[in-house]
């Protein structure tokens, strides 16, 4: 609290006109040498320099300038790639596994089978737009090819087939059936039955037939036979006792499903999802809700999706169910292009 005695050194803080007092005076003159002279010590403040907006901008241009460049070329090698003649020969190589010489060039043309022998396998461009290891003992045909259509026939043997394309423009004709690339990796074999074996490893592969389709996604396999519709798709890590029951399911019709329903629901687990919806999707009507059931026990389905709804026909519900699967992208299919380019082989 100030007092009356206190307050001319108050008045002398704030007002330096107003009447000093001994105390102040005394430690003005302690602080005295410590006192800033302007004459001695100028204070000089340089204008800062002006900074043009293009200065500034330059980084933001250069970084437009290269993305702009990258994309310019991006969009030429794509166009340069899926650019192709019709009717235009395939280069291919020919290796033979009993002589070390090196590989033999060769062309694959339209409507000229090429009939490998158990020590001769192959690797075929695929026009620019991929590539095909033909293992010994195959035998393939060309019979199109032009810039949005690639077509072959495998009558027997293998291929591993690594495509970058927009779905459907690759596809392999077998005894059973048509197998349509959806831009992706994936194995073929087709027996001495004329079943085709579809393993996928990255992306999508549809399967079809005059009995019906099957559209299968990475890490999963597939059956197609001659005179049955295309079997649903199965993962590789599913367990035996799944797997088998499943095929078995498919292959001895409606009395071997009903056989085979308490395995298929005991194994199944939450990743066999898929494979439930697709068998629910083409069973009986009285074989649906075990599989759906089962289903909804593992991977609860969306909003406006039930099993009742689905049993009683509506299949937007299955398929809208399906979309919620953790599975490879369909609209984003080029994100499943792991190959696209040389330096990621």
């Known amino acids: 609290m100030d007092t009356e005695q206190d307050r001319p050194i108050d008045d002398y803080l704030w007002d330096p006109s107003a009447t000093s007092s ?6 003005e003159r302690q602080l005295a040498p410590l006192r800033f002279d302007s004459s001695k010590r100028p204070l000089s403040l340089e204008a800062a320099p002006a900074v043009r907006p293009i200065v500034r901008l ?13 994309a310019v070329g ?14 235009a020969a395939w280069t291919a190589e020919i290796e033979n596994a009993s002589q070390s010489t090196a590989r033999v060039e060769t062309r694959l043309t339209v409507g000229e089978p090429l009939q ?21 003992d195959s035998a393939i045909t060309l019979t199109e090819t032009t810039a949005t259509r690639h077509r072959v026939v495998l009558d027997r043997g293998s ?35 004329g079943t085709a074996h579809l393993h996928v490893d990255t992306g999508w592969v549809e399967m079809d037939n005059d009995f019906g389709e099957s559209l299968v996604p990475a890490g999963a396999v597939a059956l197609m036979r001659r005179l049955s519709r295309p079997g649903v798709p199965i993962f590789e890590d599913a367990s035996d ?79 809208k169910w399906h979309s919620t699967l ?20």
């Open 22 to 27: 001994p105390e102040v005076e005394a430690v």
């Open 58 to 70: 330059r980084p933001l241009l250069a970084i437009a300038a290269t993305l702009a460049l990258v």
């Open 74 to 87: 991006t969009g030429a090698i794509l166009s340069w790639r899926l650019a192709w003649r019709t009717g």
């Open 116 to 136: 490998l022998t158990s020590t001769n396998s192959a690797r075929v461009n695929i026009a620019r737009i991929g590539t095909m290891q033909v293992a010994p």
């Open 159 to 193: 291929v591993n087939v690594r495509i970058w394309a927009p779905p459907g423009m690759f596809g392999l004709r077998t005894p059973a059936g048509m197998v349509r690339d959806l831009g992706c990796v994936f194995d073929l074999t087709v027996d001495t039955e």
């Open 241 to 319: 006792a799944f797997a088998r029951a499943v095929r078995a399911a498919q292959d001895g019709g409606d009395a071997a499903e009903r056989r085979e329903m308490d395995t298929i629901v005991r194994t199944a687990r939450r990743h066999d999802t898929l494979t439930l919806l697709m068998l629910a999707n083409v069973s009986a009507s009285d074989m649906k809700r075990p599989l759906l059931t089962r289903a909804a026990e593992l991977w609860p389905p969306p909003q406006g999706v039930s099993v009742d709804g689905i049993v009683a026909g509506d299949r937007e519900q299955l398929w």
């Open 326 to 345: 953790d599975l490879p992208p369909v609209k984003n299919w080029w994100r499943n292009w792991r190959d696209a380019l040389p330096w990621r082989r």
